[in-house]
Every structure is written in structure tokens, then in C-alpha cells.
RNA sequence: GCCGGAGUGGCGGAAUGGAAGACGCGGCGGAUUCAAAAUCCGCUGGGCAUAGGCCCGUGAGGGUUCAAAUCCCUCCUCCGGCACCA
């Protein structure tokens, strides 16, 4: 194959826009663009799976340019995380060194393949400049009550030995690494992002349309409103100890049998004395601590716990109800305690039948009788007509709710009650690579916030151990430890702790628009300028994550007068991933190469090799490194791979046939190109009232290439918009008249359409006619609305709905004419002949339909 | 279990009520070549037919419609999220 000369093209035009400062984002825009693609962690190298990420923000960039947008489309590094940490565990590299060399190779990787950031805004959240105002944002919001620090029940990874936060806790396992979470109770910071789970909910309404359906369902989820009802039941002993319970189904109150008070729950302490078997109580209680969260879940038959030998206050009946302790009530929704109905809740009743309680049918269908207490096999969980409640009785399971929500606000015990799934976020980590959380601990004060004059408090640079052991490595550098009181100046101790990444990620997209300010987060007006994110583009598995976190933030900085905006980010689009295909070893359970396998066997172990397709990972060996590839075959073709093998949301399998159908496409264009060097023009002008029909046809597709590739790349939809730019290349290859000015607009045009695409070779085409300026500096093509379609049409034919024939016509024939010429038609009169016409569809220049009988 | 999304040639995929399979990969044939590679041109869902054409075909079954890959119902399979949430 005649290959284009990729790279020597490429470096050069990659030199010229730099030169140029053509990615430069103008500090007042006049119509801004703000778009941007998630930040990455910088590993050790850049694979195609990165990759498309940022091809796709380039592709909008570049459009969003050539639409004459000033357009600001930024990078930087997530750079503070375990990786570093484990480098230097494992290797003895200082993890601010690596980072940093990480951060090199993802940089000039990223020019290598010619993105169009605006490199003078790069930031990097590990980097003191950065990391002071992640530290002011802590102390912001404690001053604002909406950090605090609780010891409580936290999840806790035995492996990385840290805490985690909810949002990193996968089916009861670390989402890093796989082992099940445990329960520990320990001094943690939280951010109340509670206090706005309403709000974050309500503005989901905002987004509806801009972002993807899946996402915003996820986060409807994640935040989990029910309504419900607040009911209170007294301690026998001393009624000012409540014990409210929180249930969507308080029409079954009068089939209490128990009441349930998850392991972990405060109220345990305060009734601890009155408690006879205090050894087996706190020996269960310890029990359902040390299991994991998958231990607890998992046998949904296995209802545990133990009685207290006390007892609580009805609130209607004033029978005395037994109180259980039961690890499978979660004390972190609702109230941490539920009343205990067997009769009508299926968790409940498998507990009852467990611990030999009663059962109280109080609910019966709205036709039929009650089901039985005694034969029951299950709860019985619908809604229906009360029955044994009392006042109540008779009232449907509604009407019912309502009028009990009504009663306990007028006993003062409850009321209607909304509850919401959302944890508050745990942003301590025992970690290293960190922003140190910027508070003292002084024995005269207390809890003291560090002022912005003290910020950033700087992370020591070179520490002895960087091991985890269950607690920060900070807490045995004791120059880190030690300070002094902002308020008192008397000694005092930092925390050891550094804050979770995802508050580093929480606001960068705030700082791009003011990457270098030293007096604040980012100057009030050039955010205004420039906020919200007008397209954000990232991967789907920050969903309920960095998503969430970056939307609470935002509310936080609008409701300070921050900014104006409360929502970040105005649309959303979540790429798919990059799959490639990889053996693996069923017997022995490892990855394995090529080399190593005969016959489908793997030479080591003997055990079959199958063969996978999955994520591109380093551990799977199945990465295509990006620097390599590019030297190899170029920029534009690894582009063109990306954009035009599946569209751009859905997961795709990199295969090496791809890569060659990209090189053979760029390569027919430069060749094409090449060949009629000596006819291109700049702006070339065509007569469209002395067009010859095979120029008309061109013109006529090149309008409609050009409406279409536009239309496509609103869309996200490039895999066809480059399908569109094959289709007028092949015209273009097929055209006989080759001095035609339709042929050489068509050329011309051509290069510009495909300039968001592959902007190296649109470029260097470009070059041959206008040596000074830039593709980029050209708007977009139009389109000649007149010339959307041929004069002479093919029109099908269809009788009674199965197609018949075609007809060949002028564009805007009529409905009678059509018919006319249809029923002439050899093979539609074979089956209209002797036939009644009942009905005639005619869908001007697209169909016809003729119904008989 | 609950909530989403998807199922179309040998393969990636197009078409979101109007000609199913655009475009690409692969395959077949031709041109070029001493030959090969590359390149260029043509054909390429299955079956029947000498052909004009005909029948079948978008996971399965049913329905709505003049017309369904597309809308509705039932089911199957795969993927993602949540999951003792009271």
C-alpha cells in the first residue's frame, strides 16, 4: 500500500499550531465552549482505552472552533492516589518523582497525538498551587458545618488498610481491589453532601435531555427518596428514651410483634445497663461487627440477633413490644431501628419464624379473607384493607397511612418522614499521597481549621516508610505531626490523615477557568465566564461517583457566591470502552502470550487457553500503547480507528483489521490529493446554473455531505459522519471531468469536513493551497439547502405494502402522476391488474403505496 | 429480586414508522505486473430461477398499521446499575 507519510506531516503541524497559538483560549470570550474530558490519573503510559476519551473532546473542540466558538478545552492531572504509593512500597520511588515522570509521558503523548488542549491552563491536583485550594475548600465547607468529624462504623478495606467512602464499596468489596469490606469504628471527616440530597435530586430535572437517561437514573437511585413515616416507640423503663423507627408501610403498625435496633446503633449505650445477658449481647454485637458487609447480605435466610430482655411502649396499643438487636437492620438509613411486622414483611417474618415470635395478620386483600397467621408461608406484602388496627379498621392501606402520619404528629410521636439511600460522604483516607487534611488538633482549642495563610499544608516530600499499616504514614513524621495552633500558637497536632482524590475532583474544572490564581480557588468573574462545563465527556463508571461528588461541590460554591452556576456541567456524554481481545488460561487463572500456547494449550500448565475480550488493562496485556502506535502508523490513523469502528458510547473491540481500513483511508485521500495538486484551489466559486449532470450529481453529494457530517458530529454519531467522508471520496475518485470547479470545490470542502477528524493530513492538504493560515482558522462548510437532493428520483413501488417496482421520476411528482406512471409499470401491474385500488399511500419523493383488493 | 440498555450479513456497524444491510473489514472476480505485494474497478444476506423476477430474512411468538428493525404485549439471551434501604 502507498502510505502517506504520517509522522514527518504530523510533527510538523503540530509545531505550526503551536506557533500559532491556535488552542489558546481567549481570557474574555466573546461566545465561549467550554469542553472538557475527565481528567485522567497518569500511569505509567497512555493506551488506546485513554485515548478515545480525549479524540472525542478533540473532535468537538475542533468543530466547536470551526463554528467560530471560543472554545476552552483544558488538561491536567488526577494525580494524588494509591499508584504512586504502591511504586514507592514497591520500587523505592519517591511517589512525587514518579508522578511527575507519569505526568511527562502522559503530556508529550498527548501532543504526540495532537489533541488540541490549551496547555498553559494544566494543573495537577498533587502540586502545592492546586492542592491549597482543595485544603481551603475543606476548611470552607467546615466552616460552613458541612465537614465534621464522627466516630462511626466505617467501611475498611484489609488490604489497601484504609477507610473508603460508600460510593467505593462495589457489591461489598473495594473497588481497587477486590477484597470484601469490613466494618470499623474509627474518627473519620465527613462532608454532609446529606443536607442536599433533595437538592442534587431536584436538579437531576435540569439535566434531563443533556445528559444520558442511565445516568441520571443511577443518581436517582443512589440518592433513594422514599416517603414514609417516623413512628416512636418509648423505652418500658424511661419514656424520654425514644426509639423512633423509620417504614413506608406504617398502615401495619398494629401488627408490630418487635422492634429491631441495628448492632451498631447509639441508643444501645443508653439502655446498656438495664440489660441482663450483657456477655451474649456484646458478643453478638462484636460478631456482626467483624463480618463483612457480603457475610451480612449474603444469606438472605439467615435473620440473626439477640433479645435484650427489654421491652418498648406501643405507641397506639401501649403493649410492651420486645426489642431485638439484628444485624440485618442498616443503621445508616432511616432511623438505624424498624418495627417488626412478620405478617406483611417478608424479613421481618423469616426473623419471627427465626426467633419463635408471634404473627399478626392486620392487613387482609381488598377481596377475600385475611390469610392466616398460623398457615402462613411468607408475609403477605401487599397493600389493602386494615383489619385488628383499631381506630383504623377499615381504612384502605393509604387512607391509612395517612391518617396514623396525622395521629402520632398530634401525639407528638412520628409524622410523615422522607429518607434518602445517600450516605454522607467519608473523605478521610489513611493514606500518603494526599492533600493533608488542614486541621490542628490543639489541646487548648480543640478542633482548629488552618487559615488561608497557613494553606497549603504542605505534605512532607520524602518520608521513611510509605507502608499502609492501618493508620497514615503521616502519623510518624513527626515534622509533618508537629505544629503550632493558628489560634493560641501553642503546640499542637495535625491531622494524619489525607483527603479521599475524589475531593481533588471535585472542582477542577473550576480552577481551568483560572488555573493560575494564588488569592483564591479561581477569580469569581473568568469562572462566570466560562462555567458550566457546556460538554463534559467522560467514562460511565463515574455515574454515582466523581458525578455526584463535582454537583454537590458546585451548590456548595453557588449557595458561598462562588459562582453562578449550580449545576456544573451542562452536557454530559459517557464514552464507551476499548476492548481487545487477550488469551487467558483457565487452569492456572493467568493471562498469557501468544508464544505460550499450542493447539489452544498452554505450554506451562496444560490447561486450555481461552480467549477473552475485555477492558484494555495493563494486567490483562492486552494494551495498545499509544506513543509506539503513533511512531508506527501515525496520529491520525490511531484517531480515525477510534472514531469510525463503533459509535462513540458503545464499547468497542480494537482490532488490527480497523487499524489498516483507517491507514488505507487517509492514504487514499493523500493520494488522491496529491495526484491533483496542481488543480487544488483556494475557495474555489461553481456556476450551479451551468452544471452538467454528472457535476450536478457531485455538487448535489457534496451538499448533502456536508449536512450530514455536521448533523452526525452534533451528534456524537462519527462513525458515520467519517462513513459520509468515504462516500464523497469514492465519487470523488469515480469523477471523469477532473478540471471541473464542482470537483475542485468538492476537494476543497472535502479537506475542511474532514479537518475535526484527521487534523494533521486536512492540514497539510490544506497547506497546498493556503500556506499562511490554518485549517482551523476556516468555518465549517454550509450547505446549499437547493441542492439537498437529485432532480431525478427513484421512487419504490409498493402493492398492498410488499415492493413491486420502482419508478423513475422528477423530484416533487404528484401523487396522481405517480400512480399513472406506477400502474404502467410491468411487474405493478401483475398485481394491481383486475384489482380494486381501495387505498393510495404516496409519501412525496419518498413511496408509494397502492392497496387492492 | 428491582431498575436501565441492547439483540440486524462471516465481522464492526447503518437505517428510530416508508427501498433492511449505508460505510468499512473480510471474501470472490477482473485490470495492472515477468511474478507477488500494493493500487484501481466490479460483485458479495440466504434460498429458488437461464432471466425478467419470486420466496425468506433484523433474538422468539403475538398485535397495531396501507407499511414495523423501528410502536405495543408476552417470552428468551446478553450487558450495566442497585440490592436485607424497612
Given at each position: ?197 433533595e437538592r442534587l435530586l431536584k436538579d437531576l430535572d435540569k439535566l434531563r435531555g443533556k445528559w444520558p437517561d442511565y445516568v441520571i437514573k443511577q443518581q436517582e437511585n443512589w440518592i433513594g427518596k422514599s416517603y414514609g413515616t417516623e413512628i416512636v416507640f418509648t423505652y418500658e423503663k424511661n419514656s424520654n428514651i ?199 488538633y490543639c489541646p487548648k482549642c480543640g478542633i482548629v481549621p488552618e487559615p488561608i495563610d497557613r494553606l497549603p499544608v504542605k505534605l512532607p516530600e520524602h518520608i521513611k516508610d510509605y507502608k499502609p499499616k492501618g493508620r497514615s504514614p503521616l502519623q510518624d513524621v513527626e515534622e509533618f505531626m508537629n505544629t503550632t ?369
Amino acid at each position: 500500500m502507498k502510505y502517506y507519510p504520517a509522522r514527518e506531516i504530523e510533527e510538523k503541524w503540530q509545531k505550526f499550531w503551536e506557533e500559532k497559538g491556535l488552542h489558546k483560549s481567549p481570557d474574555k470570550p466573546k461566545r465561549k465552549y467550554y469542553v472538557l474530558e475527565m481528567f485522567p490519573y497518569p500511569s505509567g503510559d497512555l493506551h488506546m482505552g485513554h485515548l478515545k476519551n480525549y479524540v472525542i473532546g478533540d473532535v468537538v473542540a475542533r468543530v466547536k472552533r470551526m463554528e467560530g466558538y471560543d472554545v476552552l478545552h483544558p488538561m491536567g492531572w488526577d494525580a494524588f492516589g494509591l499508584p504512586a504509593e504502591n511504586a514507592a512500597i514497591k520500587h523505592g520511588i519517591n511517589p512525587k518523582d514518579w508522578t511527575l515522570k507519569n505526568i511527562d509521558t502522559f503530556r508529550s503523548t498527548l501532543k504526540m497525538i495532537g489533541i488540541s488542549y490549551d496547555w498553559d491552563r494544566e494543573i495537577g491536583t498533587c502540586f502545592p498551587d492546586y492542592y491549597k485550594w482543595t485544603q481551603y475548600l475543606f476548611t470552607l465547607l467546615y466552616k460552613k458545618g458541612l465537614a465534621y468529624k464522627k466516630k462511626e462504623y466505617v467501611n475498611y478495606c484489609p488490604h489497601c488498610k484504609t477507610v473508603l467512602a460508600n460510593e467505593q464499596v462495589v457489591n461489598g468489596k473495594c473497588e481497587r481491589c477486590g477484597t470484601p469490606v469490613v466494618k470499623k469504628e474509627l474518627e473519620q471527616w465527613f462532608f454532609k453532601i446529606t443536607d442536599y440530597a433533595e437538592r442534587l435530586l431536584k436538579d437531576l430535572d435540569k439535566l434531563r435531555g443533556k445528559w444520558p437517561d442511565y445516568v441520571i437514573k443511577q443518581q436517582e437511585n443512589w440518592i433513594g427518596k422514599s416517603y414514609g413515616t417516623e413512628i416512636v416507640f418509648t423505652y418500658e423503663k424511661n419514656s424520654n428514651i425514644k426509639f423512633p423507627v423509620f417504614t413506608t408501610r406504617a398502615d401495619t403498625v398494629f401488627g408490630v410483634t418487635f422492634v429491631t435496633i441495628a448492632p451498631e446503633h447509639e441508643l444501645i449505650k443508653e439502655i446498656w445497663d438495664d440489660i441482663e445477658q450483657k456477655d451474649a449481647v456484646s458478643k453478638y454485637i462484636k460478631e456482626a461487627s467483624l463480618k463483612t458487609d457480603i457475610e451480612r447480605t449474603k444469606e438472605e435466610k439467615e435473620k440473626t440477633g439477640i433479645f435484650t430482655g427489654l421491652y418498648l411502649i406501643h405507641p397506639f396499643t401501649l403493649e410492651r413490644v420486645p426489642l431485638y438487636i439484628g444485624d440485618y437492620v442498616l443503621v445508616g438509613y432511616g432511623t438505624g431501628i424498624v418495627m417488626g411486622v412478620p405478617a406483611h414483611d417478608q424479613r421481618d417474618f423469616l426473623f419471627a419464624k427465626r426467633h419463635g415470635l408471634p404473627i399478626k395478620v392486620v392487613i387482609k386483600p381488598k377481596e377475600g379473607d385475611a390469610p392466616s397467621a398460623d398457615a402462613m408461608e411468607r408475609a403477605y406484602e401487599e397493600k389493602g384493607v386494615m383489619i385488628n388496627s383499631g381506630e383504623f379498621t377499615g381504612m384502605s392501606s393509604d387512607e391509612g397511612i395517612k391518617s396514623i402520619q396525622k395521629r402520632l404528629k398530634e401525639m407528638g410521636l412520628g409524622g410523615e418522614k422522607i429518607s434518602y439511600r445517600l450516605r454522607d460522604w467519608l473523605i478521610s483516607r489513611q493514606r500518603y499521597w494526599g492533600a493533608p487534611i488542614p486541621v490542628v488538633y490543639c489541646p487548648k482549642c480543640g478542633i482548629v481549621p488552618e487559615p488561608i495563610d497557613r494553606l497549603p499544608v504542605k505534605l512532607p516530600e520524602h518520608i521513611k516508610d510509605y507502608k499502609p499499616k492501618g493508620r497514615s504514614p503521616l502519623q510518624d513524621v513527626e515534622e509533618f505531626m508537629n505544629t503550632t495552633c493558628p489560634v493560641c500558637h501553642g503546640p499542637a497536632k495535625r491531622d494524619p490523615d489525607t483527603m479521599d482524590t475524589f475531593v481533588d475532583s471535585s472542582w477542577y474544572f473550576l480552577r481551568f477557568t483560572d488555573p493560575k490564581n494564588d488569592k483564591e480557588m479561581f477569580n469569581k468573574e473568568k469562572a462566570n465566564m466560562w462555567m458550566p462545563v457546556d460538554q463534559y465527556i467522560g467514562g460511565k463508571e463515574h455515574a454515582t461517583k466523581h458525578l455526584i461528588y463535582a454537583r454537590f461541590i458546585q451548590k456548595v460554591l453557588y449557595d458561598e457566591g462562588m459562582t453562578d452556576y449550580d449545576e456544573p456541567f451542562l452536557n454530559l456524554f459517557t464514552q464507551g470502552l476499548v476492548h481487545k481481545p487477550f488469551l487467558y488460561c483457565k487452569k492456572c487463572g493467568k493471562v498469557v502470550e501468544p508464544s505460550e500456547v499450542e493447539n489452544g494449550i498452554h505450554k506451562g500448565c496444560g490447561g486450555k487457553v481461552e480467549e477473552r475480550v475485555e477492558m484494555m488493562s495493563k494486567s490483562r496485556g492486552n494494551v495498545v500503547r499509544v506513543g509506539p502506535f503513533v511512531k508506527e502508523h501515525g496520529a491520525d490513523v490511531a484517531r480515525i480507528t477510534i472514531l469510525f469502528a463503533s459509535p462513540a458510547e458503545k464499547d468497542m473491540v480494537w482490532q488490527d483489521a480497523g487499524v489498516e481500513g483507517a491507514k488505507r483511508f487517509l492514504s487514499r485521500i493523500y493520494n488522491l490529493f496529491m495526484d491533483s495538486k496542481d488543480i487544488l484551489e483556494k475557495d474555489p466559486q461553481v456556476n450551479v446554473d451551468t452544471l452538467k449532470d454528472e457535476e450536478k450529481n457531485l455538487y448535489i453529494l457534496l451538499q448533502r455531505t456536508i449536512f450530514e457530517v455536521r448533523k452526525d458530529a452534533s451528534k456524537f454519531s462519527f462513525n458515520t459522519a467519517i462513513a459520509r467522508l468515504m462516500e464523497l471520496l469514492n465519487a470523488l475518485y469515480a469523477f471523469s471531468n477532473k478540471t471541473s470547479s464542482v470537483y475542485k470545490r468538492a476537494l476543497f470542502d472535502f479537506i475542511v469536513l474532514l479537518a475535526p477528524f484527521a487534523p494533521h493530513l486536512a492540514e497539510e492538504l490544506y497547506s497546498f493551497v493556503d500556506s499562511e493560515h490554518s485549517v482551523f482558522e476556516r468555518s465549517f462548510p454550509s450547505y446549499d439547502e437547493r441542492f439537498l437532493s437529485f432532480d431525478k428520483i427513484v421512487i419504490p413501488v409498493q402493492v398492498n405494502g410488499k415492493l413491486r417496482g420502482r419508478i423513475n421520476v422528477e423530484k416533487g411528482i404528484s401523487k396522481e402522476e405517480a400512480v399513472d406512471k406506477a400502474l404502467k409499470e410491468a411487474n405493478v401491474k401483475k398485481y394491481t391488474e383486475g384489482k380494486e385500488i381501495i387505498k393510495v399511500i404516496f409519501v412525496k419523493d419518498k413511496l408509494l403505496n397502492i392497496v387492492v383488493k
